[in-house]
Every structure is written in C-alpha cells, then in structure tokens.
C-alpha cells in the first residue's frame, strides 16, 4: 500500500525514560564492578556492568521530550552541597532479587534527594515513589536466585569504599534485551 494510503497511527509524543542519578569516578565504578562480579558469582544473578553502575536519586519515568530541556533547568536550579558517599556492605533485597551496596548515608545525599525532588515536583514533573522513603543504593547484582542462600534483609560487610560526589545527571533510560541502556544527558554541579 503507498504511504499517503495507509491508516494513520494514532499520534504519540515521543517520550523518554527518564532518571537523575549519581554516577561513580572510574576508579569506584571499576572497584565495584569486581565486587559485584564476586558477588554473582557466589550467590548467581547478573552483575552490573561497570558502566552502568549509578545511584538513583529520582525516577521520573516517561516524560515527552520536548519538556527534557525544561527537566534539566529545574535539576540545574537546584542547590545542594557536594559530599562523599562511604559504602561498606551489600544488602539483599529478596522481592526484587537484588544485590545492592549501601553504607551510612551522609545528611547532605538526603538535602540533595529532598531538594531535586520538591524542585521537580513543584515544576510539575512526577517522581516516582513519592510518599516512600527513600532507599539510596547501589544495585549490584539483578536476577539473584532464590537458591542463593541468602536470606531476606540480609547484610553482608565489604571493605569501605570512598565515592565522593560533586556531580548528579540526568540520565535516559533505553530498555533493550541485552538490558537498559543508559545515556547521561546532562550533569549538574553541586556546591
Ligand atoms: P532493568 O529494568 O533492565 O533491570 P534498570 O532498572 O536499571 O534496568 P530502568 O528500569 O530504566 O533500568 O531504571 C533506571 C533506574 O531507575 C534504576 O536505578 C532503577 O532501579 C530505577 N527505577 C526504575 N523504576 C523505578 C521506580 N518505579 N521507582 C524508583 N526507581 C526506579
Ligand atoms: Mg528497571
């Protein structure tokens, strides 16, 4: 059938998976990258690849991409100070399957947390999660299998790793079979 004949398509604006996130230095993401290997390895699941090792700070989902760059001028609009993360276990999260690193989070990861997500929803873009508290974590292990022998909550200590933070970005989010694909759209100084 020619083009100018075929039905319409309902018309859709493009849109775009979107999330902030923290992104590690090289040096972090190669460190946690083996211990996530380690980690499958012992217990099974699929590691994170070293490139995509991030923090999620707000998920905002599908947004049109005509409102992208808007998103980043609210996010470049927010005030928070730099900080240094210390990660120093991995937790297991048994409803989702996950492998995660986490350690004491400092106040100023949960200032910048509060600050991007009330700048983002008073702009009128919708976060994800709203009304739960939030969970930072490093995922590190997806797909853990049931017979991995850990049990739900657990927490197993590593040796403390140094993640110092002076950037967050905005990232977009491709899903594909191989697993998401993330494009860093933009990076946001903080103080
Ligand atoms: P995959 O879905 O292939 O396992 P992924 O979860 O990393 O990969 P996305 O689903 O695009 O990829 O998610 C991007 C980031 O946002 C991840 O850190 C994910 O944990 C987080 N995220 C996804 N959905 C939500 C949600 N509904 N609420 C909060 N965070 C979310
Ligand atoms: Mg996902």
Redesign the pocket.
Known sequence: MPADRRPETPHRPATA?V?F?LWPPAEVAERLAEIAGEAAARFGGRA?RRD?I???L??L?DVPESRLAELGDVAAGVTSAAFEMSLDRLGFWQHNHLLWAGGEMPAALDALHGALRKALTSNGFKV??TGRSFAPHV?MV?KVPPACQLEAGQEIPMPALAWPCQRFFL?R?R?SSA??E?LILRAFALD
């Open positions: 998976r999330f996130a994170t995509t991030h923090l999620t707000a998920f989902g994800d999660g995922t997806r990232v989010s899903l697993g998401s993330y």
